[in-house]
C-alpha cells in the first residue's frame, strides 16, 4: 500500500486522540519518561513538520523541538500537509535529505511515530487507540527491520517484555521498550 495513504491512515487514528486532550492533560507523565503531554505533544508535531522536508529531499532539523502553542489548530493542518508530502511523485525515492537513509524507509519512520506516539498520548490521557490493520503491519515490519539499530541509535529502549496475553499491537509497543499496559 502508498505510504501517503498509511500516513493518511494513522493520522485519522492519532487526530482523535490528539482532539481530546485537554489543558488537564498537559503535564501528565508519558510512557516516553523524557516527555510529559506537553512535551510529547511538541515532540510529535515537530516530527510532522520535519518528516516534510525530508518527503521533498530537504535536510531536517531536529537538533531541539520548539514549543507549538497553537498544537490544536497544527496538527490537523501539518499532518495533512505530511500526507500530501508524502504523496508527492518521486518521494519515496531515493534518499531522505540528511538522514542519508532510503526515503521509503524514512517515510515508515515518520508512520512509526505518528502510530507509537498517539498511542503513548492515548495511554497518558486515558484514552483509547488501535491502529489502523495495515498501518500496523507496515510498522510492524519496520520495528522488526530497525528494532537492534534503533537500539543503539537510543530511538527505542531495550525490549521490554510483553504480558503472555499481549494484543500484536501491544507485543509490539513491548519491542520498542514500552510497557505495553502503562498507566500514570
Known sequence: MKLSVLLDRARDHALPVI???????????????????????????????EFQKLAAKQDADFSSTPSY???????????????????????????????????????GLAL??????????????????????????EVAGLVAQMGPMAVEWKVFKEPAEAPADASPFEQLLATTGRDPRWSA
Open 69 to 107: 502553542p497553537d498544537w490544536r489548530d497544527r496538527y490537523p493542518a501539518e499532518s495533512a500537509k505530511l500526507v500530501e508530502a508524502w504523496g508527492r511523485p518521486g518521494a519515496t525515492e531515493g534518499i531522505a535529505g540528511n538522514m542519508n537513509m532510503p526515503a521509503q524507509t524514512v517515510g
Open 112 to 137: 512509526l511515530d505518528l502510530t507509537v506516539h498517539a498511542s503513548d498520548l492515548a495511554q497518558a490521557t486515558g484514552q483509547r487507540f488501535e491502529p489502523d490493520p495495515e498501518v500496523f503491519a
Open 19 to 49: 482532539a481530546n486532550i485537554t489543558d488537564d492533560d498537559l503535564s501528565k507523565p508519558t510512557p516516553c519518561a523524557d516527555y510529559d503531554v506537553r512535551a510529547l505533544l511538541d515532540h510529535l508535531l515537530h516530527v510532522v513538520v
